[in-house]
């Protein structure tokens, strides 16, 4: 099997009930409250892998205050290696703070804290054990240039770069040229495209302009209508699987760390994406974001009684 790397970021997540959102200078009680050591796109979808059995490394950093430090175990309790991790002194690390009010709307506010020293300079302290591996999977969570510089050297080496474009930002167009694959969700592929994606065709046309800016392939992540592979040849609907969805959240980085396995495992590229969206249907069926990420043997199981929606 080859070898993934995610290069990435961390977040301490907090989540908080309440029966509606404060005014300015409001105060108001949450009725349930929640702090998982686990989040960030890219510590999300190398515990997926390693949950998946992957050969996995985690590349990003973490401060050494508010248990930044206990992140490290949750990576290796999961199978991941993280001697490419650095834990800063006197930082907080990534941290989200999430409100979810009665309808479900919810606000998120996100302190990037440590993510935001990933920089050139440490991806060139870690670069043997870096480009040994083969698969690499980045997201926007950390300093754009360093995705930048590393999208550019691996692509000079021949490496498979996967962009997960989350939070989209409209000034990636330099790193597109570096990636394999991209894969935006509905919401992020119109910010991208800067227009609405509502059909099929719709769908050619926004992805289509990505593929123009240089991505070689495009894979939009629909949720419940599953997937879309946009390449110069034309597009392909991959149907989602019908599960019990309770909680859709890291569904989409489950979806990109069970493509990346298949990839890693020699897979073709529909079969890849078929895999990754079992990976990502099974998550929605449990609460929680890590916690919820499926086994190899649970998705396995899975696909032995699954079908796909219509």
Not at 109 to 116: E, I, K, P
Not at 223 to 239: E, F, M, N, Q, S
């Amino acid at each position: 099997m080859k070898k993934i790397c995610v290069i990435g970021s961390f977040n301490i997540d907090m989540f908080g009930g309440v029966d509606s959102f404060p005014a300015v200078g409001e105060t108001v009680f949450t009725t349930s409250f929640d702090l998982f050591v686990g989040g960030g796109k890219g510590a999300n979808q190398a515990v997926a892998l390693g949950r998946l059995g992957a050969d996995v490394r985690m590349v990003g950093m973490l401060g050494d205050r508010f248990y930044g430090p206990e992140y490290l175990d949750v990576l290796r309790t999961n199978g991941v290696q993280s001697d490419t991790v650095e834990v800063v002194p006197g930082m907080f690390p990534g941290a989200a703070f999430v409100a979810v009010d009665k309808k479900g709307d919810n606000i998120l506010f996100v302190h990037s804290g440590a993510n935001l020293l990933v920089s050139v300079d440490f991806i060139q302290r870690h670069w043997e054990r870096i480009a040994a591996c083969d698969i690499f999977l980045l997201q926007l969570e950390i300093p754009f240039a360093t995705n930048l510089h590393a999208a550019r050297e691996l692509k000079r080496l021949g490496k498979t770069v996967i962009l997960d474009p989350a939070p989209a930002r409209r000034y990636t167009d330099e790193i597109f040229p570096f990636v394999d694959f991209a894969t935006p969700n509905e919401v992020e592929l119109a910010q991208l495209a800067g227009m609405e994606v509502d059909r099929e065709d719709s769908i050619a046309r926004t992805a289509g302009t990505l593929l123009d800016r240089g991505v070689k392939t495009v894979i939009a992540k629909l949720g419940k209508r599953g997937a879309y592979i946009v390449t110069p040849g034309g597009l392909t609907h991959v149907p989602a699987y019908a599960v019990e969805a309770v909680d859709p959240t890291a569904a989409g980085d489950s979806f990109n760390a069970g493509f990346a396995l298949a990839l890693a495992e020699g897979r073709g590229l529909q079969e890849s994406v078929e895999f990754a969206n079992a990976v990502a249907g099974l998550s929605t069926t449990s609460m929680g974001a890590q916690s919820a990420m499926p086994t190899r043997d649970q998705v396995g199981e899975f696909l032995k009684t699954a079908r796909r929606r219509a």
